[in-house]
């Protein structure tokens, strides 16, 4: 089973940055399709971007965060990051990262639904 381990949360005041990184524990890291996701007291979880198998040609971004948000892969280093920049206290929640195997290698990260393996999670705090 993949293990999916994030690092990178904390506090951050409106207007700053953070890095998270999810690392994973195969070495076939390239066929999974990597999604960031987002959970806030009282609302469901939404996914905030993803990214698609192998050279991760293929992006994809929710609204709220396009424009600040960007995420990448390093294939050798099996990570993925989601780096956040401006920050807004409504970007408070906990942020996952999650994988799911793909053949179909390239294929747009949007059409992926359904993810099979989850990170722990991991608490940003936007907040003066």
């Known amino acids: 089973q993949l293990q999916l381990v994030e690092s990178g949360g904390g506090l951050v005041q409106p207007g700053g940055s953070l890095r998270r990184s999810c690392v994973a524990s195969?070495?076939?890291?390239?066929?999974?399709?990597i999604g960031w996701f987002r959970q806030a007291p009282g609302n469901e979880r939404e996914r905030v971007s993803c990214?698609?198998?192998?050279?991760?040609?293929?992006?994809n971004y929710a609204d709220p965060v396009k424009g600040r948000f960007t995420i990448s892969r390093d294939i050798p280093k099996n990570t993925v990051y989601l780096q956040m920049k401006d920050l807004k206290p409504e970007d408070t929640a906990v942020y996952y990262c999650?994988?799911?195997?793909?053949?179909?290698?390239?294929?747009?990260?949007?059409?992926?639904?359904?993810?099979?393996?989850w990170g722990q999670g991991t608490q940003v705090t936007v907040s003066s």
């Open positions: 990214i698609s198998s192998y050279s991760g040609g293929s992006t």
């Open positions: 999650a994988a799911v195997e793909t053949s179909l290698l390239g294929r747009r990260c949007e059409y992926y639904q359904k993810y099979d393996d």
């Open positions: 195969v070495s076939t890291f390239g066929y999974y399709v």
